[in-house]
């Protein structure tokens, strides 16, 4: 329970936080697809970029598992996904282009 009161906290707030400037490349886009892989949680967005993202039509990203914030991350992305909601990403400058370039983290609109 304690776990999902952190995560609907942190959803109201993100949409209020300013961190760092996000990729402009990204803009707002819908999770389209999720794919728990062995790497991480892999997943589909409904705006290609393929300078960012070089599979799948510039579609796939992923948070990976050794991210220090994957549980919180990949909750947030489910949660998005299942509510329909826009995500905003930043992306790990050192990977691009990649073919699932991985997140750093992410906002939810």
Request: proline share 6%; with cysteine.
């Amino acid at each position: 329970m304690k776990k999902y009161l952190i995560i609907l906290v942190m959803f109201f707030y993100a949409t209020y936080s300013n961190a760092d400037p996000w990729h402009p490349e990204t803009g707002w886009m819908k999770v389209t697809h999720l794919y728990p892989a062995n790497g991480g949680l892999a997943f589909m967005v409904s705006v290609p970029n393929s300078e960012l993202s070089l599979c799948d039509g510039g579609r796939r990203f992923i948070v990976r598992l050794d991210h220090e914030n994957y549980q919180v991350l990949a909750s947030t992305i489910l949660l998005a996904y299942s509510m329909g909601k826009d995500i905003r990403m930043n992306l790990n400058d050192q990977e691009l282009p990649n073919c699932d370039p991985s997140i750093n983290r992410l906002v939810v609109h």
